[in-house]
Each structure stands twice: as C-alpha cells, then as structure tokens.
C-alpha cells in the first residue's frame, strides 16, 4: 500500500529557541493558520491551569510559562505534511533539544528581536551543527520596544559563526511594525490590524513605502534603505549553488526568476552553506505563514538529507540506511514519556514500513519488541494509526525493552543507527519519600522518570544511604520531583546530599588500654599497647602485630585487627571514617580464664577511641577537579567565585572562542555552582566536575561541620 503522503512531502521541523523567545506561540499560529486548531491560547494565559496551549499541556508548563518537554504535532501546508516538535528553551532541559534534532531533518531557530543570539540559542545552534540539521531563522518579536533586525543578523553573524542570508527585511519596528519585504518576490506584506485573522495587502516596492507607512524611525529607515544592497546580497548568495543560472544572470545581467532564487537557496539552506533569515511578531499574527511557505520551500525532505548511519556494536560507522519505504524497516526510539496511556516510546522511522501487530528486533539490546497500539501523537492527544511509514514520527504504547536511544529493525536485516550523545549531570541532590511507608512506590516512580529522561541519574552512597538524583540543573530536579506528584501520585522531599568526609591522624601516639570487667563468676580482661602514626594520603588502614614472647597470643591478634578495622568506621572527632594511619600492636597482656577473642576486640576498640582523641585529628574533605569553560569577558569573574570557595585555580587553556579554568575546589563549595554560574555569566559558562583527592579541612570550618554533627546526633 503506498504512502498517503509521498516522502517527498514531508517536512520534520523542530522549532528551537532560547526561553521566551516565542516557540511556543509560534507553533499556536502554525497550528491555527493550518487549520489543526480553531482557537489560540496564549501562553500567559495559561498559569491559572484552566487552559493550556496544545503543546505545553503539562501543569508545570502552565504554572511557569515555560517549555519543559518537547511535543510532537503534525498539520499540512500546501499539501505538505509537517511534523513539528516544539522544544524546550531553558538550558536545564536542552535534553529534549538534543534527542529532537538528532530525528528531525530541519529547524526553524526562532529569536527575540530584542534580545538577539542569547545563550540558550548558542547551545541549540551547536547540537544542531553536531547532527547537521538545516535552518532557518525568525526574528520574532519585531514589536516589542527595542526590537532591531540588522543587530539580531549581526549577532547571528559574530556569535554563530554562520552565514544568514536575509529573505525579509521588517517594514517597522515595536508598535509601527506593519510587516515585511520579501526579497524573493520583491513585494511588501502589510498588515493593518493584529488580529488573527487579519489578512495581509501586497504592496510593490516604491520610493515612497516609508511614507505611505509613516516611519519615521532611523532604524525603520535604514531598513526600508538597505532592500537593494541586501537584495543584491540574496541574488549572489543563492545563485552560487547553480553555476549554469549564475552565469546566465552574469552574461544577460537580467535577474533570476523568484522560482530559480527559491530553488537555489533551498541547495544552500539544505547543504547548510547558509541560512535564510525571515522576521515578523507571532503574537501580533504577523508573518507566521511567510515562515510557513519558507518550511515547504527551503528545509528538506526526509529524502533531501543524508542517509541515517548505521554503526557497530561498538558505535563505528559500519553503513547508512536510506529514507525509502521500500527499503527493511528501520527506526530509532528518542524519547519514552510516561503518560495517562501508559509508558510511550516516540520513534522516527528511517526506512520501511511499520504494522500493528509485528514483531521488530531492539538490536541495542538484542531484545525483540511485539508492537501493539501505535498512535499519531498531536501534543496529549494520541491518535491510533495501524501502519507508519518512512519519514513518520510516531508513538509506540507500552514497549517492555526499548530505551531512548534504541533501534528497531527488522529482524532479517539487522541495523544499530547511530545513537544520540547526551550531557553529563552538573547538579546532584538528595530524595527521599515524604511518608516512610511509600518508599517502594517512591523508587518505582523515580526510576521511571529516569529511564524517560537519559540527562537524570540515580545512585545510591553507599557511606550515607541516601538516594542520589542527579539532573541539569535545580529547575530540572525540583520539576523531576513535582512531576513524581502529578504523574505518580507520590511526593518527595529534596536535600543537601552529605559530603562523605573522613577523619585523620596528624602525630604518632602510643597507647595502653586494658579491659577489665568483673561481675559475679568469670570476668573479662584485656590489655593492649598500640602505636599509631599517620601515613600518606590514599595509603588507608594498616595493622601490624610486632608482638614478641607471646605477651597478646597468637589467637587474640585477629580480633585486634577486626576491633580496630570496626571501630575506624566512626572517626573521634565527627564519627566519619578514619583514614590513612598505621596500626602497631606491640604489646600486651591476657589472662588464662578471663580473656578471649571478644575481650581484645573491645580493648582494640577503646584503645583506638582513646589514642586518636591524642593523635591530632583532623577532618579530611573530598577534592573535585573543576573545569569551567567561560567567554573570556567573564574570566575574571569565575576565578574571583572559584577562589571565595575556597578553590586552587591550576591553569587556563584556550578552548575555541572560550577559555577553559581548570581548578581544585572543595565539593562542600560546589552545591548550587550551576545556577551561580550562570547568573555570573549571563548563562554562557558551562562546567563539569570529577572527584580528584582528599585534604585537610580549615579550623574555622572543621568546628562548624563537628558542631554541626553534635547537634543532629
């Protein structure tokens, strides 16, 4: 049967952004100018829970306004079929970014003409160069108050390292802004009103269009004025792709047809040589159709793009997979979402044909999967469907063995596609149930979060017990935690994870101690002599017996060793472990009735409580290696934070356009680092973090930490 929708038709986009630069209520207008919706729902009108626009459905998405997973909604334009993944833009969730570009075959990178290129959008932009997914560019909010086109393409220009091309230049800025020129066409779209049904006039371009609009402006101006210059600019760019048009247009000096620009500059938008820039205000419902026509015209077909690698066990390339459906089935998992219909896998099929009912190979795990219900999704709601075909993006309900990241394929032709590169964790916390007594449930919940988000880890410390969650950021673990509720039905609590401190000797002690007890009939007695001396960091607990003439029998010794290897699990200044001394048994005494195995173990143990309260000890505390990878205007900034923690700066190294600090700072210093950072750094400095040794906690600090453990026991 073949496809309803030619492969050539189909148009996987993700719309991509920083926060609050307007992806959200650009897919609202793509969904209603489309016909998919009949109303549009503003994002600040959503925070009350009573409504939600399509794609940030989620209760946390209503309450703060922001994208936290990205949704899968599909519509047609011009007889295409698009699929759109609206993403996240906060960088606590640039998972979601990650796993979607890696299916999609182009994006719509969406900016704030206020703010330009900001952070978030310098991230997006590099996982997009890693998966070489084709762009396009919309300065959005041309109406707000600062808004400026030519600064925003600069920005694109300098912080980008990309070539934009203008396809539109605004007619207006901020309240004056009535719509745009297409440099294509060579016409003004005008708009007299922002309502969302609002219908646009095509105007030509006259000398007299600045009046005509009443702007005034100097940017508005130099605008209107740089049409030819960038006109000029657009002609020579697109015609570089086609050499048979670019010397025709050189030989007649006649200007190429508005089909033959289009064309070219769908080569060049597509072999990512440049990339188009459009404008416009989608929440005053201007230019969201303009961006449409450039989807259909400019970013490429599931066919227009390179054949999905295949690779090996061990993730060498091996071989591609074309885009046909006539070729085996093949198709990735990048996403599992527990969800009211269970636990959804979102697959992009690459090749070949997907029935309900058949049985597929998870060749990531050598596992084999039996597909039941799978359904179209539109944001939440879940359309069943009975096949799904090459370019598709679908759900999969209630897969038992697939991860994000998996491939299924045809058990007859077995493929791994290449998988996805997710970020470590920066941040770690602290969970535990509210109640004691839903604890199972709790775990239950936790580890499927885990499982639907590959940027969390859990771990257990083994020294403290508790449950460690790791994650992106303090806002991607306080919604991991809120959705535990709404998802689950189960609440948790957050905290500080404890620092695993140790305890440690700094001077050789020797010390008697003898056990003697006496209560009616045998008693118990035993003493002995002990040395102890610090050793070299990392060199642990050693025990020697340099017992001569049988003062402490041979029998006995061991439990010395076993009460002392106990009793240096509780340190005598906070009870944390004890660390890197020597143990020397030199002397001792016994008696025929009353001593025995346990009674030297108690000596052991008091003797160690007793001689190390006399030995100098000191707390020991854990050392991470940190690198801090900043733009070179916040370098002073980052080590003045990294010194006031207490940190050792190693050495600065050149990484790219950045400067990578690298330094020793206490782990108890680097709680709540992440969000600091990028508060220093306007959210442009990344870093990460390794365990690398142990050293001696200062006075002052020691006191707190020992006066801190006396008040909790």
């Known amino acids: 049967m073949p496809s309803q929708t030619p492969l050539s038709d189909i148009r996987n986009i993700g719309i991509i952004a920083h926060v609050d630069a307007g992806k959200t209520t650009t897919t609202e207008r793509i969904l209603y100018y489309t016909g998919r919706k009949h109303t549009i729902i503003d994002v600040h009108e959503t925070k009350d829970l009573k409504s939600s626009t399509t794609t940030d459905y989620m209760e946390q998405e209503q309450k703060r306004g922001i994208t936290i997973q990205s949704a899968a909604v599909s519509t047609f334009w011009r007889g295409k079929k698009i699929n759109v993944i609206d993403t996240p833009g906060h960088v606590d969730f640039t998972i979601e970014v990650n796993r979607s570009l890696r299916v999609l ?5 969406v900016f704030d003409g206020v703010a330009g290129v900001e952070p978030q959008s310098e991230t997006n932009w590099r996982l997009a160069d890693n998966y070489n997914v084709p762009r396009i560019c919309y300065v959005n909010k041309m109406d707000r108050s600062g808004a400026n086109f030519q600064r925003c393409v600069g920005m694109i220009k ?3 390292n990309a070539r934009p091309v203008c396809i539109q230049v605004p007619l207006g800025s901020e309240d004056n802004f009535r719509g745009m020129v297409d440099l294509i066409e060579m016409k003004a779209y005008v708009w007299f009103s922002d309502d969302k049904d609002a219908k646009w006039e095509i105007w030509d371009i006259t000398d007299d269009l600045a009046s005509k609009l009443n702007l005034t402006v100097k940017e508005d101006l130099d605008n209107i004025a740089s049409i030819p210059a960038l006109r000029a600019e657009l002609v020579d760019t697109a015609l570089e792709m086609d050499d048979a048009a670019m010397e025709a247009y050189l030989e007649s000096g006649e200007e190429p047809s508005a089909d033959v620009l289009r064309t070219c500059l769908r080569k060049g938008t597509i072999t990512s040589t440049f990339t188009p820039v459009l404008c416009g205000s989608s929440y005053k419902n201007k230019g969201v159709c303009q961006v449409l026509d450039a989807v259909v015209d400019l970013l490429p077909a599931p066919t227009d793009v390179e054949a999905i690698k295949t690779v090996d066990e061990d993730g060498n390339p091996n071989g591609e997979r074309l885009s046909s459906d006539d070729a085996p089935f093949a198709a990735l998992a990048f996403k599992v979402l527990n969800d009211t219909y269970g636990s959804l896998t979102f697959v992009r099929v690459y090749s070949g044909v997907l029935t309900k009912g058949m049985s597929v190979l998870n060749t990531t795990r050598g596992k084999r999967e039996k597909i039941g219900r799978m359904v179209e999704m539109f944001a939440a709601q879940a359309n069943p469907i009975e096949e799904a075909r090459a370019g598709d993006i679908i ?6 063995e697939t991860d994000t990241g ?6 007859a032709h077995p493929v791994i596609l290449e998988r996805m590169r997710f970020p470590d964790p920066v941040i770690s916390v602290s969970v535990e149930p509210k109640t004691k007594g839903e604890q199972e449930k709790f775990s239950i919940a936790l580890g499927k979060m885990v499982r639907a988000d590959p940027s969390l880890r859990l771990e257990t410390d083994r020294e403290t017990g508790q ?5 992106m950021g303090e806002l991607h673990l306080e919604v991991t935690l809120d959705r535990l509720r709404t998802e689950f039905g189960v609440e948790g609590n957050m905290g500080k994870p404890q620092v695993a401190y140790r305890e440690t000797i700094t001077k050789p002690v020797e010390y008697t101690y003898t056990h003697k007890k006496q209560t009616g009939g045998s008693g118990q007695f035993a003493e002995v002599k002990i040395v102890f001396e610090p050793l ?5 607990f050693v025990f020697k017996d340099e017992t001569v003439g049988g003062t402490v029998p041979r029998e006995y010794v061991p439990s010395v060793a076993k009460g002392l290897e106990m009793q240096k699990e509780e340190g005598v200044l906070a009870s944390y472990p004890t660390v890197d001394f020597r143990a020397r048994l030199v002397d001792g005494k016994y008696h025929d009735v009353d001593s025995n195995a346990l009674t030297f173990e108690i000596a052991a143990k008091a003797c160690f409580r007793e001689a190390l ?4 000890p000191i707390l020991l505390e854990p050392v991470m290696k940190v690198e801090v990878v900043t733009p070179d205007d916040y370098l002073g900034d980052v080590i003045g934070d990294v010194n006031r923690r207490r940190g050792t700066v190693l050495g600065q190294l050149e990484r790219g356009t950045n400067i990578a ?18 508060g220093m750094t306007s959210g442009r400095a990344s870093y990460s973090m390794e365990f690398s040794h142990y050293e001696p906690v200062p006075r002052n600090v020691t006191d707190e930490i020992v006066a801190g453990r006396s008040k909790a026991a």
């Open 105 to 109: 075959d182009g994006a719509v990178v």
């Open 158 to 160: 300098s912080r980008l």
């Open 395 to 400: 759900a999969l309900v209630s897969l038992q």
């Open 406 to 411: 998996d491939t299924l394929c045809d058990a």
């Open 467 to 471: 449950t460690i969650l790791r994650g």
């Open 536 to 540: 070299e960091r990392g060199e642990g």
């Open 613 to 616: 309260k006399q030995a100098g």
């Open 661 to 678: 600090v690298e330094a020793h700072v206490p782990l108890n210093e680097m709680f709540g680092y992440i969000g600091q950072l990028r």
